[in-house]
T-cell receptor, first 113, second 114 residues
Framework: DQQVKQNSPSLSVQEGRISILNCDYT??????FLWYKKYPAEGPTFLIS?????DKNEDGRFTVFLNKSAKHLSLHIVPSQPGDSAVYFC????????????FGKGITLSVRP | DTAVSQTPKYLVTQMGNDKSIKCEQN?????MYWYKQDSKKFLKIMFS???????INETVPNRFSPKSPDKAHLNLHINSLELGDSAVYFC?????????????FGPGTRLTVL
């Protein structure tokens, strides 16, 4: 039972354009959402997060939007750079102790020079 | 200056063997995790330890036995390896247990069972 879904396995965009990576979730208990970025042969690294009390969080070129009613979040990267080419994982958790991260299966982003 | 390190990076072994993967973090974190990324690419948590105490055990077969000798180390021992154990195993650490604490991941150990 996939509680975090990243339905598009891949995305290809031109350098300088916007990349929009989507994520849906089914568990209404999720209160915190994270995006991790992963390069080949490396572990995931934290990119940006958002709590359920917000609908937007911005960090430089990266912005995450949360639509709680739709149980949907998206990561916007603008402008996209070739170095952004990686696998992006959406993850969710519920506040509180003993909480765990539930990950989606990732989206492979390719940014063409 | 590796924050979370795992050894070995690659592990190829025969069915039925017993193997261990080691993990160390130098971040001073009190919580460590093991994740499995299978062929379908999902990253799924297996275990978490907080101050050497087992917190999460996600219905993992008891052939998998984590061991935390201290807060900086969380090793994973696997008995009687099966073909389905082939995957990439990631260790991670965080400060505290809360779901909003950033987790730092190691580079992964690719286990291949023949």
């Amino acid at each position: 039972d996939q509680q975090v879904k990243q339905n598009s396995p891949s995305l290809s965009v031109q350098e300088g354009r916007i990349s929009i990576l989507n994520c849906d979730y089914t568990n209404s208990m999720f209160d915190y959402f994270l995006w991790y970025k992963k390069y080949p042969a490396e572990g995931p690294t934290f990119l940006i997060s958002i709590s359920s009390i917000k609908d937007k969080n911005e960090d430089g070129r990266f912005t995450v939007f949360l639509n709680k009613s739709a149980k949907h979040l998206s990561l916007h990267i603008v402008p996209s750079q070739p170095g952004d080419s990686a696998v992006y994982f959406c993850a969710a958790s519920a506040y509180g102790a003993n909480s765990k991260l539930t990950f989606g299966k990732g989206i492979t982003l390719s940014v063409r020079p | 200056d590796t924050a979370v390190s795992q050894t070995p990076k690659y592990l190829v072994t025969q069915m039925g063997n017993d193997k261990s993967i080691k993990c160390e973090q130098n971040l001073g974190h009190d919580t460590m995790y093991w994740y499995k990324q299978d062929s379908k690419k999902f990253l799924k948590i297996m275990f978490s330890y907080n101050n050497k105490e087992l917190i999460i055990n996600e219905t993992v077969p008891n052939r998998f036995s984590p061991k935390s000798p201290d807060k900086a180390h969380l090793n994973l021992h696997i008995n009687s390896l099966e073909l389905g154990d082939s995957a990439v195993y990631f260790c991670a650490s965080s400060q505290g247990l809360a779901g909003d604490n950033e987790q730092f991941f190691g580079p992964g150990t690719r286990l291949t069972v023949l």
